[in-house]
């Protein structure tokens, strides 16, 4: 089974039980925390070609029913697909962003971005990666998990690069920014 193995040991609090005198003597050292993922996985799904219908019209969006979950899609999800479909080619963005524009958090983008059902095009999610860049989840999988690996095929397919432990580099045009210039889209 793949884990999820740590950059740096955390050292939580350490208790030395010896009493001297009256008091007991505590020790806390904490170290950095970051979670590196070693990459186990090989990627079955590298395609970022694909066209799926996406509903333009207000009418298309409330009769459009999610195969994923046998559901209508919800509005919040929708303003979340919209505006990850702006995300150009070989350019990320982070949840955080996505989240600060809808005035949201960014679990709430991840948990909409895991029911989408217009992947890879035109709503790539593929290409929402964490604050930190580190490559997030995809799907519903984190950390080393075949759809991570996916995630990062995706990613390499349109330009964008990895160091070590699926952390982003940079993208297409060798720089290292998120996409931000966000568009509202209202409908009448």
Same mark, same amino acid.
């Given at each position: 089974?793949?884990?999820?193995?740590?950059?740096?040991?955390?050292?939580?609090?350490?208790?030395?039980?010896?009493?001297?005198?009256?008091?007991?003597?505590?020790?806390?050292?904490?170290?950095?925390?970051?979670?590196?993922?070693?990459?186990?996985?090989?990627?079955?799904?590298?395609?970022?070609?694909?066209?799926?219908?996406?509903?333009?019209?207000?009418?298309?969006?409330?009769?459009?029913?999610?195969?994923?979950?046998?559901?209508? &899609?919800?509005?919040?999800?929708?303003?979340?697909?919209?505006?990850?479909?702006?995300?150009?080619?070989?350019?990320?963005?982070?949840?955080?962003?996505?989240?600060?524009?809808?005035?949201?958090?960014?679990?709430?983008?991840?948990?909409?971005?895991?029911?989408?059902?217009?992947?890879?095009?035109?709503?790539?999610?593929?290409?929402?990666?964490?604050?930190?860049?580190? &490559?997030?989840?995809?799907?519903?999988?984190?950390?080393?998990?075949?759809?991570?690996?996916?995630?990062?095929?995706?990613?390499?397919?349109?330009?964008?690069?990895?160091?070590?432990?699926?952390?982003?580099?940079?993208?297409?045009?060798?720089?290292?920014?998120?996409?931000?210039?966000?568009?509202?889209?209202?409908?009448?």
């Amino acid at each position: 089974m793949a884990q999820l193995r740590s950059r740096s040991a955390v050292k939580s609090e350490k208790s030395n039980n010896t009493k001297t005198g009256s008091s007991v003597t505590k020790k806390s050292v904490k170290i950095n925390t970051k979670k590196a993922i070693v990459q186990t996985f090989q990627a079955k799904d590298k395609d970022v070609k694909t066209i799926k219908e996406f509903p333009r019209t207000q009418k298309e969006r409330s009769e459009f029913i999610n195969f994923k979950t046998g559901r209508k &899609i919800t509005a919040f999800q929708y303003r979340v697909y919209d505006l990850v479909e702006q995300i150009p080619t070989g350019q990320v963005t982070s949840y955080k962003i996505l989240s600060d524009a809808l005035k949201s958090s960014p679990r709430a983008v991840g948990q909409a971005l895991r029911l989408n059902p217009f992947c890879p095009l035109p709503v790539p999610c593929h290409r929402v990666i964490a604050s930190d860049y580190s &490559i997030g989840g995809f799907g519903g999988g984190f950390g080393d998990h075949q759809l991570t690996a996916d995630k990062k095929a995706k990613l390499e397919a349109e330009g964008y690069v990895f160091g070590e432990h699926y952390m982003c580099k940079n993208d297409a045009n060798g720089t290292r920014a998120f996409f931000s210039d966000f568009k509202t889209i209202t409908f009448e």
